[in-house]
Nanobody
């Protein structure tokens, strides 16, 4: 079992920044990749950024150059630094980890006002 707890969402003006955190616990040794996904109202859940075992990172085209995913292995925490936020970044952001199966956190709301 893997447990994921997100934090750091909120309301920010366009052009602003937020940092999301995802604290992992449980069978973290079994995690193959971990990342951030988002779901806006009426849309499906989409990948935002991912860290694969070995440290390779992948980003959605829409966030490249603005968002940075990182991890602190000592704290078992993954971060998403979001800069130059746009109203279209408004969504519920979820931390997701692939281990023996896909695990999700509870999500954190990010709202970007214009």
């Amino acid at each position: 079992q893997v447990q994921l707890v997100e934090s750091g969402g909120g309301l920010v003006q366009a052009g602003g920044s937020l940092r999301l955190s995802c604290a992992a616990s449980g069978s973290i040794f079994s995690i193959k990749n971990i990342g951030w996904y988002r779901q806006a109202p009426g849309n499906g859940r989409e990948l935002v950024a991912l860290i694969i075992s070995g440290g390779t990172t992948n980003y959605a085209e829409s966030v490249k150059g603005r968002f940075t995913i990182s991890r602190d292995n000592a704290k078992n925490t993954v971060y998403l630094q979001m800069n130059s936020l746009k109203p279209e970044d408004t969504a519920v952001y979820y931390c997701g980890a692939v281990a023996t199966r896909l695990y999700w956190g509870q999500g954190t709301q990010v709202t970007v006002s214009s």
